[in-house]
C-alpha cells in the first residue's frame, strides 16, 4: 500500500516571500500521479499542481512549482510571492494509474500561515 | 460549467440514525469517489463508482454503503450512525481516463 508523508504540520511565511512545502511518498510503482490540493477555510478541495511521475520536467502553475525526485520519492511544493491567499491547509497526494485506480491517498497536510 | 455540488451542506443526526448525503458530478464526469475527513484519521477514501458499479473500497465498516445514479450522481449512505462519524464528507469526480479529480464542497455531518 501506498502511504504518503507530510512531515510540516504548520508553516508561516510573509508575504511575497517563498515557502517550501515537504512531502515524502512510499511506493513500489513505477508510475503514479502526485498532486497538492489546497484546503482554506471554507474547506473546498483545490487542485494547486500535478505531476505525472513518468515527466521528468518539474509541474509549475504560476506561482506554484514543484520539485520532483523520483529516485528520493520526494515531491515538494515552493509557492512564490506568498500572498494572504495562499493561507490553507496544503496536502499531497497519491494516485495509482490506470482508469480504475482512482483512489487518492492524502499525507496528513501542512497549515501554511501567511504574514503581513 | 457547474462544479461538483453537495447536498445537504450541514447535518445534524443522533446516534443509531441513519443518514444519505448527494453528490452531483461535473456534467460528463461518469466518476465519484467519496473521502471521510476527521481530525485524527485525516482525509481517508471511502468508495468510488464509476458507471453505476462499485469500482473501489476503502476500509469502512458496512455501515457505509453507496450508489450511482444513470445521470452519474451518487449517494452515500451510513447506518446506525456512531459518534465517530462525525466528519467532513467530501465527493469528488473525474472524466473516465482523467488524471485529477475535482472536489465538492462538502457536508458536515454532527453525530450527537
Known amino acids: 500500500a501506498q502511504t504518503v508523508t507530510q512531515s510540516q504540520p504548520e508553516m508561516s511565511v510573509q508575504e511575497a516571500e517563498t515557502v517550501t512545502l515537504s512531502c515524502t511518498y512510499d511506493?513500489?510503482?513505477?508510475?503514479?500521479?502526485l498532486f497538492w490540493y489546497k484546503q482554506p477555510p471554507s474547506r473546498q478541495m483545490i487542485l494547486v499542481i500535478r505531476?505525472?511521475?513518468?515527466?521528468?520536467q518539474n509541474a509549475t502553475e504560476n506561482r506554484f512549482s514543484v520539485n520532483f525526485q523520483k529516485a528520493a520519492k520526494s515531491f515538494s511544493l515552493k509557492i512564490s510571492d506568498s500572498q494572504l491567499g495562499d493561507a490553507a491547509m496544503y496536502f499531497c497526494?497519491?494516485?495509482?494509474?490506470?482508469?480504475?485506480?482512482?483512489?487518492?491517498?492524502f499525507g496528513t497536510g501542512t497549515r501554511l500561515q501567511v504574514t503581513l | 460549467k457547474a462544479g461538483v455540488t453537495q447536498t445537504p451542506r450541514y447535518l445534524i443526526k443522533t446516534r443509531g440514525q441513519q443518514v444519505t448525503l448527494s453528490c452531483s458530478p461535473i456534467?460528463?464526469?461518469?466518476?465519484v469517489s467519496w473521502y471521510q475527513q476527521t481530525p485524527g484519521q485525516g482525509l481517508q477514501f471511502l468508495f468510488e463508482y464509476f458507471s453505476e458499479t462499485q469500482r473501489n473500497k476503502g476500509n469502512f465498516p458496512g455501515r457505509f454503503s453507496g450508489r450511482q445514479f444513470s445521470n452519474s450522481r451518487s449517494e452515500m449512505n451510513v447506518s446506525t450512525l456512531e459518534l465517530g462519524d462525525s466528519a467532513l464528507y467530501l465527493c469528488?469526480?473525474?472524466?473516465?481516463?482523467?488524471?485529477?479529480?475535482?472536489f465538492g464542497p462538502g457536508t458536515r455531518l454532527t453525530v450527537l
Open positions: 469528488a469526480s473525474m472524466l473516465a481516463g482523467g488524471r485529477e479529480q475535482f
Open positions: 505531476q505525472e511521475a513518468y515527466k521528468q
Open positions: 497526494a497519491y494516485r495509482s494509474p490506470g482508469g480504475t485506480a482512482s483512489k487518492l491517498t
Open positions: 456534467s460528463g464526469h461518469r466518476s
Open positions: 511506493t513500489s510503482e513505477s508510475d503514479y500521479y
